[in-house]
């Protein structure tokens, strides 16, 4: 058999085989491809609590600073009491304690505290 004739012969071969085997690799192929999407957006979704989180802990600093420097301390005190709650919900929520130090986890716990009072006022 001449090279030329070997040749054709396997690539005709070769061109069957993918032909069959291309109706069941497609859809096995198709959904790892969405597999992937779905990690893609999973990956996305917890990027972007991620990004909130950070942002609102920025915030939180600014208030902090903002109740020493304040003329109404107390509503900023408000305020800050009701973002470090929203933060550590989040947290606890998307699971990201490993991310923090004990200390500022206590720190936001302390501050979440006083949202379950009525009032930041001491009762006379």
Do not use: W
Not at 34 to 46: G, L, S
Not at 114 to 122: C, D, Q, V
Request: net charge negative.
């Amino acid at each position: 058999m001449s090279l030329q004739k070997f040749i054709l012969s396997f690539s005709a071969v070769a061109f069957l085989v993918q032909g069959s085997l291309s109706g069941s690799i497609t859809p096995l192929f198709l959904d790892e491809v969405e597999a992937v999407d779905r990690a893609i957006c999973a990956m996305e979704k917890r990027l972007a609590v991620q990004r909130e989180v950070k942002n609102l802990m920025l915030e939180l600093r600014g208030l902090e600073e903002d109740v020493v420097n304040s003329e109404n301390p107390k509503e900023h005190a408000a305020r800050m009491v009701g973002l470090a709650e929203k933060i550590l919900a989040i947290i606890q929520e998307e699971h990201l304690d490993t991310l923090f130090s004990a200390p500022y986890l206590e720190e936001l716990r302390f501050y979440s505290s006083f949202a379950r009072k009525t009032s930041l006022a001491p009762k006379t």
